[in-house]
Nanobody, 124 residues
Framework: QVQLLESGGGSVQAGGSLRLSCAAS????????MGWFRQAPGKEREGVAF???????DYVDSVKGRFTISRDNSKNTIYLEMNSLRPEDTAMYYC??????????????????WGQGTQVTVSS
C-alpha cells in the first residue's frame, strides 16, 4: 500500500509563497494521476491542481496563474508551487494519487490514495 506524505505547509502573509511536496513511500505508477486538494474549515474539499502521467496539468480557476504543479517520477514526488497567496487559500492541503491511468485527472473519484495533509495559513 502506497502512502503519501505532504510537507511544506506553514503560515505566510498575503502575497507570499510556499512550496508543498508530496512524497510517496513506494514507487507509484508513472502513468497515474496525481493531484492536490484542499479543504477549508466549514467548506467542502476542492481539487486545486492535477497532473497526469503524461505531465498534462489542470487547475481550478481560482489558482490559475499563481500555482504550479509538477512531478518527479524518479523521486516519487509531486510539488505544488504557490505564489501570490491570498487569505482565501488558507486550508488543509492534501495530495492524492490514482491507482490507474486516466485520461482526465481532475475528477476526484479517480483518486484512491490520500495523504494526511499539511496546513497552509495565509494572513492578510
Amino acid at each position: 500500500q502506497v502512502q503519501l506524505l505532504e510537507s511544506g505547509g506553514g503560515s505566510v502573509q498575503a502575497g507570499g509563497s510556499l512550496r508543498l511536496s508530496c512524497a510517496a513511500s513506494a514507487s507509484t505508477y508513472s502513468d497515474n494521476c496525481m493531484g492536490w486538494f484542499r479543504q477549508a474549515p466549514g467548506k467542502e474539499r476542492e481539487g486545486v491542481a492535477f497532473i497526469s502521467g503524461g505531465f498534462s496539468t489542470d487547475y481550478v480557476d481560482s489558482v490559475k496563474g499563481r500555482f504550479t504543479i509538477s512531478r518527479d517520477n524518479s523521486k516519487n514526488t509531486i510539488y505544488l508551487e504557490m505564489n501570490s497567496l491570498r487569505p482565501e487559500d488558507t486550508a488543509m492541503y492534501y495530495c492524492a494519487t490514482s491507482r490507474n491511468a486516466y485520461a482526465i485527472c481532475s475528477r476526484e473519484y479517480v483518486y484512491s490514495v490520500w495523504g494526511q495533509g499539511t496546513q497552509v495559513t495565509v494572513s492578510s
